[in-house]
């Protein structure tokens, strides 16, 4: 099946050129020629991959990149940056991109960058998010930085990790036997309620409502699920 990716860019010959490499290689490649037709688009539709310029009129790059993952959207990233910019580049990766590649730039390399990506996007699998934001909580899960209502707030390792594990799983129902694995590294079968403890701090700490959670769900006898 051909993947489907965005390209938004505002430069007239990369708006041609890039297309028609990426549609010779079978790929469905749409564009939108400003950050915020990017983000609108990038935001209502789904894509494999996004192609983003840095500079945009409108809304640069990277203010597309943060509201998109701060939404939860979990495309792959490949922003295009000044060849001599190196902070471009940090900047981008910190924000969630998930490569870059500077300008001018060959062909071939183009093409390899969206081939590596595109075999990372696996069904039913997810690109790790490093930033998440949901019903006024902020989380950098690489700087371990928590807030809610703007209030820091202080999340152990383990309940760090459990939550990052939880919400690239967003909208899939986790066992505990997988959690027990993934998360606390238990290399057999063990009955444990920690995970249940552990989710109990999370919703205290991060629900509005603890006892009647909006965002960690109990599934009764299966395990948790997520929902931004």
């Given at each position: ?83 001599t910019q190196v902070v471009d ?6 924000l969630g991109a998930d490569d ?129």
């Open positions: 099946m051909s993947s489907r990716i965005l390209l938004v860019e505002d430069s007239p010959g990369l708006l041609l050129t890039i297309p028609d490499l990426l549609s010779t290689d079978g790929h469905l490649v749409f564009t939108e020629a400003d950050g915020e037709a990017g983000l609108a688009r990038a935001s209502r539709e789904e894509f494999d991959l996004l192609i983003l310029d840095v500079m945009l009129p409108k809304k640069n790059g990277f203010e597309v990149c943060r509201e998109l993952r701060q939404k939860g959207n979990d495309v792959a990233i490949l922003m295009l940056t000044a060849k580049r940090v900047v981008g990766l910190k870059y590649l500077a300008k001018p730039f060959d062909p071939a390399e183009l093409l390899a960058r969206v081939e590596a990506l595109l075999r990372r996007v696996k069904k039913d699998h997810r690109i790790p998010v490093h930033t998440f934001a949901f019903d006024g909580v902020k989380v950098d899960f690489e700087s371990g930085d928590v807030t809610k209502d703007e209030i820091p707030v202080a999340l152990a390792g383990k309940e760090l990790k459990l939550l990052r594990y939880l919400v690239d799983a967003r909208g899939r129902v986790v066992p505990r036997e997988e959690l027990l694995r993934e998360v606390w590294e238990y290399q057999s079968e063990v009955s444990s309620r920690t995970v249940d403890v552990h989710v109990a701090w999370l919703r205290q700490k991060l629900e509005a409502n603890p006892q009647n959670p909006r965002h960690i769900h109990t599934i009764r006898g299966k395990g948790y699920r997520f929902l931004p």
